[in-house]
């Protein structure tokens, strides 16, 4: 005779968990769940999410048709995950010629944002879990409209460094807001809050930096670098992922002060500060870098804000120096995006990366596109090809020194700088655009946080 207790009797399953690991099992998207059982994606979405609780029979019905639509071999789950990536595009108003290729998008505005707008849900979605119950005291960091004194702004830089600050939370919760996916960038990263001190540190806009790509034809170009000469210097050059400003401020061309603090006093000191030293992890050296370039590429087609951009000297302070190729990988974000990276990860044979064996040794894939690559090969699709949304993005270039070129083409020994401080580019930007705007307009007067609410 044993005195073991008995096993304690285990929590049932939420209706949330039921659906969702049934729908994960089945290898079925939201949009597949939607179109086959004829409950609308956004119901199926506040089901998984615990927002709502399915009646029942509705419940049963959406397990009954992904069972009645379960595939019995791996080469019939290649069939249905493939044409599940078709079906995707088109749903996102893509075209798709000769079953891969595809084709140019049409060069309107609105027409690329509705492409985005998938990829913009499943990136809120994503920060559900982190981000809905801060959201009472991240809307108290934005201004009322009513309460801003154009004259009595004062920008100011707040460094976002500890990912679990509510600082970080706080440019996190405004990106989700913009049109167009932010990714959280490559490599070496700076993020900054640009606060109003005349205004209690309201928020007023975003900066985000992170490693270049390390081929870019349009830069490389400009620059005249040779490739010895690219591998010593690219750690001197960083990529603006994100600029932009959040009402009632972005009505008052708070965007246009974004853009000119990336290349601020500030910004360079912080980049000093964080990376001037830092030996790297995979050469093993110390690459004495100064930020003396930043680049950044328009989010829909041909930039507006950049172009005609000057600063206090009267000079561009954004170079337009061509277009990227149209290629990249948003159109494949959200569910169908996790249904290949687990296709990825089924087909791959442990240790089967390109991931540098000193970045870390979890095994997993380099980064997304490399998980797209290896998924669009295993359903026989050319991955090149399947980039190519034909988005197209203006490039330009920022210095930060009057002898950027030659100093990364290693001719100079000294950067001549040309940055200036917060402070006086925030003056430039009120004078010049912030006070005269306000005047011509009153809208910006009613902006209200709560319109802002991401999650209820």
């Known amino acids: 005779m044993t005195n073991a207790l008995p096993a304690p009797a285990q929590e049932p399953e939420s209706p949330a968990a039921i659906l969702r690991h049934a729908r994960t099992a089945a290898g079925w998207s939201q949009v597949r769940l939607a179109r086959e059982s004829g409950v609308p994606q956004s119901s199926i979405c506040k089901y998984e999410c615990g927002q709502r609780t399915p009646r029942a029979d509705i419940l049963l019905r959406l397990l009954q048709v992904m069972k009645a639509g379960e595939v019995d071999s791996p080469e019939q789950h290649t069939e249905v995950l493939r044409e599940r990536v078709f079906a995707h595009l088109r749903e996102q108003g893509f075209h798709v010629?000769?079953?891969?290729?595809?084709?140019?998008?049409?060069d309107d505005k609105d027409h690329l944002r509705r492409l985005h707008a998938e990829a913009v849900v499943a990136s809120r979605e994503r920060a559900r879990k982190a981000l809905a119950h801060q959201e009472g005291r991240l809307l108290s960091r934005l201004a009322p409209g009513s309460e801003v004194d154009p004259r009595r702004i004062r920008p100011a830089l707040v460094h976002v460094d500890d990912y679990r600050s509510q600082d970080s939370a706080m440019w996190r919760w405004c990106a989700l807001h913009w049109s167009v996916p932010v990714s959280s960038g490559y490599g070496r990263r700076l993020r900054f809050l640009i606060v109003d001190q005349g205004h209690s540190d309201r928020v007023m806009g975003l900066i985000g930096l992170a490693d270049p790509v390390f081929?870019?034809?349009?830069?490389?170009?400009?620059?005249?670098w040779s490739p010895q000469q690219r591998q010593e210097r690219l750690a001197c050059v960083m990529d603006a992922f994100v600029l932009g400003a959040v009402p009632p401020y972005s009505h008052l061309l708070a965007g246009k002060l974004a853009a000119l603090l990336?290349?601020?006093?500030?910004?360079?000191?912080?980049?000093?500060?964080?990376?001037?030293?830092?030996?790297?992890?995979?050469?093993?050296?110390?690459?004495?870098?100064q930020l003396a370039l930043v680049t950044t590429a328009s989010a829909l087609g041909r930039s507006s804000l950049y172009n005609r951009l000057r600063g206090p000297d009267g000079g561009l302070a954004f170079h337009p120096v061509g277009y990227t190729a149209g290629s990249g990988d948003f159109h494949f974000s959200g569910t169908i995006y996790d249904d290949l990276a687990a296709f990825a990860a089924a087909g791959?044979?442990?240790?089967?990366?390109?991931?540098?064996?000193?970045?870390?040794?979890?095994?997993?894939?380099?980064?997304?596109?490399?998980?797209?690559?290896?998924?669009?090969?295993?359903?026989?699709?050319?991955?090149?090809?399947?980039?190519?949304?034909?988005?197209?993005?203006?490039?330009?270039?920022?210095?930060?020194?009057?002898?950027?070129?030659?100093?990364?083409?290693q001719e100079d020994q000294q950067l001549q700088w040309a940055t200036r401080s917060t402070a006086e580019l925030g003056e430039w930007w009120q004078d010049r655009w912030a006070i005269a705007r306000a005047q011509s307009t009153t809208h910006w007067r009613s902006f209200d946080p709560s319109s802002w609410r991401l999650y209820t």
């Open 348 to 409: 791959a044979p442990d240790g089967s990366t390109h991931r540098h064996a000193k970045w870390d040794s979890s095994g997993s894939f380099r980064n997304r596109r490399e998980v797209l690559s290896r998924a669009f090969q295993g359903l026989g699709l050319n991955p090149k090809k399947m980039r190519l949304h034909g988005v197209r993005r203006q490039i330009f270039l920022a210095p930060l020194a009057a002898n950027f070129d030659r100093w990364l083409r």
């Open 215 to 224: 081929a870019l034809k349009a830069r490389d170009t400009v620059i005249g």
């Open 262 to 289: 990336a290349t601020s006093a500030e910004v360079r000191d912080a980049f000093a500060d964080r990376y001037g030293h830092k030996t790297t992890r995979i050469a093993g050296r110390d690459p004495q870098a």
């Open 97 to 106: 010629k000769d079953g891969a290729v595809l084709a140019p998008v049409q």
